[in-house]
């Protein structure tokens, strides 16, 4: 019975009537519209509007929209701060949240709005939670910024950072370039975690194709917008809960999807906690398996070419990477998508601009595996990520340089006591260490500033920026603070990444680690009340997502 109808409800109508609803509204299906707006960032600064014309759609197709708003962080702001904590610890939160307003207020259905990194995941994990028919919308890429007759984004910012330390751009520069490297609204404008995630919510099923790609200040986005409303109402008629179009197989294809647009190592984190909150079975050597096998072919920053976020819009967008994919059999067709199309649907529907150079087939990759490869062996028994940028397989043998936090190891590599051949390890900055797991751009971009970036490793129980790129490898697990291995590692011992044999190995004897084991004392935490406090009890493995639940 409707709210409108009950007699006991009064004393809610009461509220509503104070709203401005009529009585005829409140018999109508109710779809929430989560928004993650914050005024602290530019990636999700569109996201009011965009629920205003969401909440259209709605209206128009016979429902009443009930909007709200979630927090979420900015990973660019909080970069080399204590601040990136919140970061991951977002992610639950937003979640939460998401979660909690539905369970209060019984949507018949609803729409997520996300954009910045954490909020694409979280808003996935929330409705996977509620499982009532759901879409969605993703608020879309950034423009690049144009600097001297080059396209920029926030990486070229970051790596700027190193290139000042060599001389080779001066404080002028940096700051020029900063003027220009991110025109207006939206999320970082490559394939960075936002947009991985983005595609992500594609290739599950639960974002219509070809709505996500539309840049966030692109004119068609706030009719694409209202088309989501729209499709929440038809999800809503079709019974499209996350339960029947969230499945092994939509999740496999965004397994695919990551690999071969070459994306974050966040996704293997996300993918986890969305396939765990799903009731999934996922294990992390999955993903590094459907890495390992499956080419990239979008020449997109950091890892596949030089080409950002608007580029692949204007080339075909994610619609045309299913039809190459679907083409060479990589996808499993046997999905619901919540449109109501089929994934040939949408590859028939891709608009590929002749000459385009964004997307390739798969028998001409740009790279020809995936940008991702998990290790295991001593020093990650629980595994752990590689970034491969779709390169070869190395194999780095070199001196361990061991730092126990990350503004310990910036010092070092500011102070120029990082030299090729270097291991360098920052550890107590997992997810229940750090606490919070924070994002090492800070080192990954000065390093590859100052021409390190394929003479070094990093190896951390921290995890990477999307932007990131180099020797990387993060999320090893067990993390120091619970006494992993990576806790027991010293200056100069030698560590082995062999990419190819999918190992990452301390050669210290097992006595000798024993010996360190017994003398090891888990540190005090720096922040040891609130929010992040509840985090570290809960979290879980990051091999496991770092979920708290
Ligand atoms: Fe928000 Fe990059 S910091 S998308």
Same mark, same amino acid.
């Given at each position: 019975m409707s709210i409108a109808d009950d007699p006991d409800r009064a004393p809610a109508r009461s509220h509503l009537y104070?709203?401005?609803?009529?009585?005829?509204?409140?018999?109508?299906?109710?779809?929430?519209?989560?928004?993650?707006?914050?005024?602290?960032?530019?990636?999700?600064?569109?996201?009011?509007?965009?629920?205003?014309?969401?909440?259209?759609?709605?209206?128009?197709?016979?429902?009443?929209?009930?909007?709200?708003?979630?927090?979420?962080?900015?990973?660019?702001?909080?970069?080399?701060?204590?601040?990136?904590?919140?970061?991951?610890?977002?992610?639950?939160?937003?979640?939460?949240?998401?979660?909690?307003?539905?369970?209060?207020?019984e949507f018949d259905a609803l729409v997520v709005i996300v954009g910045c990194d954490k909020t694409v995941p979280a808003g996935i994990m929330a409705l996977a939670r509620l499982d009532v028919p759901s879409v969605v919308l993703y608020s879309g890429s950034m423009m690049p910024g144009r600097w001297r007759g080059r396209d920029v984004t926030i990486q070229d910012m970051w790596e700027a950072l190193g290139e000042r330390a060599v001389g080779r751009l001066d404080q002028s520069d940096l700051d020029d370039l900063a003027r220009h490297a991110c025109p207006g609204a939206g999320t970082c404008a490559a394939q960075y975690t936002a947009n991985t995630m983005g595609g992500v919510a594609d290739f599950l099923g639960l974002a219509p194709f070809g709505?996500?790609?539309?840049?966030?200040?692109?004119?068609?986005?706030?009719?694409?917008?209202?088309?989501?409303?729209?499709?929440?109402?038809?999800?809503?008629?079709? =019974?499209? $809960?996350?339960?029947?179009?969230?499945? @092994? *197989? +939509?999740?496999?294809?965004?397994?695919?999807? &990551?690999? %071969?647009?070459?994306?974050?190592?966040?996704?293997?984190?996300?993918?986890?906690a969305i396939a765990r909150e799903a009731g999934l079975p996922l294990e992390i050597d999955e993903i590094g398996e459907v890495c390992r096998r499956t080419p990239i072919i979008t020449g997109l920053k950091p890892s596949g070419g030089e080409h950002t976020a608007l580029d692949l819009w204007r080339a075909g967008g994610t619609s045309l990477v299913v039809r190459?994919?679907?083409?060479?059999?990589?996808?499993?067709?046997?999905?619901?998508?919540? =449109?109501? $199309?089929?994934?040939?649907?949408?590859? @028939? *529907? +891709?608009?590929?601009?002749?000459?385009?150079? &964004?997307? %390739?087939?798969?028998?001409?990759?740009?790279?020809?595996?995936?940008?991702?490869a998990i290790l295991r062996g001593s020093l990650a028994p629980d595994g752990c990520v590689l970034k491969l940028g779709g390169k070869d397989d190395f194999r780095h043998e070199g001196p361990a340089k061991v730092f126990d936090s990350e503004n310990d190891c910036y010092l070092a590599i500011e102070q120029d006591r990082i030299v090729a051949g270097d291991v360098i390890v920052v550890r107590y900055e997992g997810p229940a260490g750090g606490p919070g797991m924070r994002e090492m751009l800070s080192i990954t971009g000065p390093l590859v500033g100052r021409g390190l970036g394929s003479s070094v490793a990093l190896v951390t129980d921290g995890r990477f920026s999307g932007v990131s790129h180099g020797r990387v490898i993060g999320h090893v697990a067990p993390e120091a603070y619970h006494g992993g291995p990576i806790a027991l590692v010293r200056d100069g011992d030698t560590v082995i990444i062999d990419s190819a044999a999918g190992t990452i190995e301390l050669a210290v004897p097992e006595e000798e680690l024993e010996r360190r084991r017994a003398a090891w004392r888990r540190p005090e935490r720096e922040v040891e009340r609130g929010v992040l406090t509840k985090y570290a009890a809960t979290v879980g493995s990051a091999s496991d997502g770092a979920v708290t639940a």
């Open positions: 104070a709203m401005g609803w009529s009585e005829e509204e409140m018999r109508r299906p109710v779809v929430g519209i989560a928004s993650t707006w914050t005024g602290t960032m530019p990636c999700n600064l569109t996201h009011r509007e965009l629920a205003a014309h969401v909440a259209e759609g709605v209206r128009a197709a016979g429902g009443t929209p009930m909007e709200f708003n979630t927090i979420a962080v900015s990973d660019n702001l909080t970069m080399h701060t204590p601040g990136m904590r919140a970061s991951l610890v977002s992610r639950e939160v937003i979640a939460d949240s998401i979660e909690l307003m539905g369970r209060a207020h709505v996500g790609d539309i840049p966030a200040v692109a004119e068609d986005k706030n009719a694409a917008a209202r088309r989501v409303g729209e499709i929440a109402m038809q999800a809503l008629a079709r =019974d499209a $809960r996350p339960s029947r179009v969230l499945t @092994a *197989d +939509a999740l496999h294809n965004a397994i695919v999807s &990551v690999a %071969a647009m070459g994306g974050s190592t966040n996704a293997v984190l996300h993918l986890l190459r994919l679907l083409e060479a059999g990589l996808l499993r067709e046997n999905v619901t998508l919540v =449109d109501g $199309r089929t994934l040939a649907d949408v590859a @028939a *529907d +891709a608009q590929e601009r002749p000459g385009q150079q &964004v997307v %390739a087939s798969v028998e001409q990759p740009f790279k020809p595996r995936g940008a991702l």
